[in-house]
């Protein structure tokens, strides 16, 4: 669950994520789940040229299931409270 | 902040399967596993060599498994686009 609690305290940040496809999709994350299903709203794909498939979109849903990376704002992370909280739920038995 | 895709209910949607196909069609319906029920929908088939090809479907039930992206159309882009001149690579399917 932490890094479902991790995604929510980016919700409203930019983002770009790559998926399994080798399509990257950047937009303002609109909302995560708790199988890392990710909404972003005014999406755009990266290189429309090669994927107009993807193109006239308003917004879009992706299953997690089909995310290799999510590209975050480095000035959005404290590295710090992360390591933390990760310390934390791990020695609590991976906070299940 | 759940990720919720009943707000797409009746709206115009294209989904981009594990596969790299391009369904597109009225969302009608969906379940927590995100299985997805479109009606009077048809699939765009890409080509570098010929124009966009519409297959009509009708109604189809995708698994939510097979699903990669959830798109809400732009239905005035998506009108505008001329899909006879359009040429693509066909999208890769997912490599897990």
């Excluded at chain 1, 999406?43 to 975050?72: M, N, T």
Aim: proline share 3%; net charge negative.
């Amino acid at each position: 669950m932490l890094f479902y609690s991790f995604f929510k305290t980016l919700v409203g940040k930019e983002v770009a994520v790559e998926l399994k496809n080798d399509v990257s999709l950047t937009g303002t994350l609109h909302s995560v789940d708790q199988y890392l299903n990710v909404k972003l709203t005014g999406v755009k794909v990266v290189d429309e040229e090669r994927f107009p498939q993807l193109g006239a979109l308003k917004g879009c849903f992706i299953r997690g299931s089909a995310v290799r990376y999510i590209q975050i704002p480095a000035s959005e992370v404290d590295t710090e409270l992360l390591q933390d909280a990760c310390r934390k739920e791990n020695a609590s038995g991976g906070g299940r | 902040m759940a990720t919720t895709l009943s707000e797409l209910q009746g709206k115009p949607v294209s989904i981009i399967t594990n596969d790299g196909r391009n369904i597109v069609g009225n969302f009608r319906g969906h379940d927590h596993t995100i299985n997805v029920i479109l009606d009077s929908c048809h699939e765009r088939v890409y080509s570098t060599t010929a124009a966009v090809e519409v297959v009509p479907l009708g109604l189809y039930i995708v698994r939510g498994d097979n699903i990669a992206v959830i798109g809400e159309l732009d239905e005035a882009a998506d009108t505008e686009r001329d899909l006879s001149s359009l040429r693509a690579v066909p999208i890769k399917p997912l490599a897990h």
